[in-house]
């Protein structure tokens, strides 16, 4: 157990925050006993994976903070179609796919390159290019914190959704996700359906790609869309795009005829909040060290020494200029803490 712990390297926005009590550990058992502690009974909790999607607005955490380290994956059934695999939370989930993509297992190409652990995986249903976690998902094992004991979520119980699950919404707080399963397949069809993948793959002269060219391709167009968090200290997109009724869009669509969007389920559409951001005016805003990524609308950046309440006040001042100016809600993908 630390004491007033730096968790600068444990936030991806960079950002200089102590925690008063921090404890990484390796082992259920160890979990176990933690839970028996005055301190984890006492304090607040904050499990923390990676750090990539969370926002510190305080430079002071008073709280416990878990980190779950037990890292590694591993085969459980494998025919010679399919195969189950278990990875423990602690695990890279870039190093994973990558792995994955080694072995000539279909299904979570598409989502190289996504910063953070496994364990929080599922917390957003991660997702990128056209495929999101649950395509591949099983079943997850988390530790209750209320009762102590291990529980077993399927996917239906994990009620994922666009950018969201359980865990983000009546589970928040109660569970450690363990580990996850997911069922690959041993020959796959390449999903490269998805913004410019076909149009990369074809200028490098990849006209059959294999699962390794998407990856490698995937990396590629996400290193140079995105700003890497080691340089700049940044969460990724920092809100998600809003989804709204088909009428409603057409509405908005009279007003500004160039709007794109997506069609999703249920009569929906989804809006880029990067296109509404950019035509708000904020690509490339910056105020002291707290701005807008100059390429990408959607990236809120730390240039050095922002604070957390800082960044926060710039989301603020986005998602009411942007509710001000195209009546859209712009909600916040990131955990704010
Ligand atoms: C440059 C960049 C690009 C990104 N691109 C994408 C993208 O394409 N698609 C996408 O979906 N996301 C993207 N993200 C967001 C981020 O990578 C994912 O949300 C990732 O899953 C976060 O993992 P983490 O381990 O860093 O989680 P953390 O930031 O540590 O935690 C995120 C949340 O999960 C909880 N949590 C963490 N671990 C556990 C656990 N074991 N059990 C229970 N709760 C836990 C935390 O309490 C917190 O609420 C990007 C982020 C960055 C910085």
Redesign the pocket.
Known sequence: MDRFFNLKSYN?FGLNVVASHFASLESVEALKALMDEAVFKENKR?????????LFLDDFFEGLVIH?SKSGWEVLEEDENEVLICAH?GTD?SNFVDDMVEKGFYGLENLSL????V???P??N???YGVELKDCFVQLE?LDFQTGKQVTFDRPTCDFGY?SSF?KQGGKGR???LSVQFRLKKQGNLNMAYGNISDYLNEQGLENPSLKDLSEAIKSIRRSK????KEIG????FFKNPLMHQLVFEQLQMEFPEIPAFPATNNTVKIPAAWLIDRAGWKGYRKGDAGVHKNQALVLVNYGKASGRELFALAMQIQLDVNKKFGVFLEPEV?IV
Do not use: E, H, K
């Not at 904050?46 to 969370?54: C, F, M, P, Q, T």
């Not at 996504?114 to 652990?117: A, K, L, M, S, V």
């Not at 995105?226 to 968090?229: M, S, T, V």
């Open positions: 991806s904050l499990v923390l994976g990676g750090g990539s999607n969370i779950y939370a989930w996504i910063p953070g652990n364990g929080a995986a917390m957003q991660i997702g990128a988390a950018r865990f569970y450690l996700v995105l700003p890497d968090p940044n969460s990724g997109s955990n």
